[in-house]
């Protein structure tokens, strides 16, 4: 079956610090991959995505890069700032489909 | 444009209770969704709709009934409350099924079922 698994958080980091949330997954075939935001009092937002193998997303400094060979796609940002706090939910799709799988979320907390 | 809106933001429901979760939006979107989020598992679809008159299940229906009238509304409701349906409920929406990885999500609604 799909599933999305997340490192556990929460993660607290210094401004300025460099960030890496792991997403590994599990489907068969060649699912889409995405990372989704959602900040305090507000719904998810897509924050990037990738649609195969060796693709990188990337958005607001934030990258992923879709790696088949290790079913991975970390999400990453070089300098964190307080504004970055926020919920991060690591999901897939499979091609054709309209269920989202996603992870568990990572709580990400930037403090100055 | 309001996006995605949903109400109430909070509720609190006795068992055997029921409500409905509303849900509008002002983007002439076809797609429309709703999740519910629980500690320690991410978003699970309970029901979906491509358009105005057509709903479908998703991972998670029992215990939810939705309908579809206009495009703008897509109502969750719940006909008998019960403690296993503590959670926050999410609702989103995309231009197309096709999109449904870029859905719009709402706030949400936290409900508690005692």
């Known amino acids: 079956g799909n599933s999305v698994t997340q490192m556990e958080g929460p993660v607290t980091l210094s401004e300025e610090a460099f960030l890496t949330i792991n997403c590994t997954y599990t489907?068969?075939?060649?699912?889409?991959l995405f990372w989704y935001v959602q900040y305090p009092g507000e719904g998810l937002q897509l924050l990037l995505k990738a649609t195969k193998a060796d693709d990188k997303g990337s958005n607001k400094g934030f990258e992923a890069t879709y790696r088949k060979e290790t079913t991975s796609f970390h999400l990453e940002k070089g300098s964190v700032q307080v504004s970055d706090s926020a919920v991060y939910f690591c999901a897939l799709l499979q091609p054709g489909a309209n269920n989202l799988f996603f992870g568990t979320g990572t709580r990400l907390t930037v403090i100055p | 444009n309001a996006g995605v809106t949903q109400t109430p933001k909070f509720q609190v429901l006795k068992t055997g209770q029921s409500m409905t979760l509303q849900c509008a939006q002002d983007?002439?979107?076809?797609?429309m969704s709703w999740y519910r989020q629980d500690p320690g598992m991410g978003l699970r679809l309970i029901h979906y709709?491509?358009?105005?008159?057509?709903?479908d299940q998703g991972e998670v229906p029992n215990g939810y009934n939705v309908s579809r009238s206009t495009t703008e509304d897509f109502p969750l409701r719940l006909l008998s409350a019960a403690p296993s349906q503590t959670s926050v409920y999410f609702c989103?929406?995309?231009?197309?099924?096709?999109?449904?990885?870029?859905?719009?999500f709402g706030p949400g609604t936290r409900l508690t079922v005692t």
């Open positions: 709709s491509v358009g105005a008159g057509i709903t």
């Open positions: 983007m002439n979107h076809e797609y």
């Open positions: 989103a929406s995309s231009y197309s099924i096709s999109d449904a990885y870029e859905q719009y």
């Open positions: 489907a068969t075939g060649y699912p889409s």
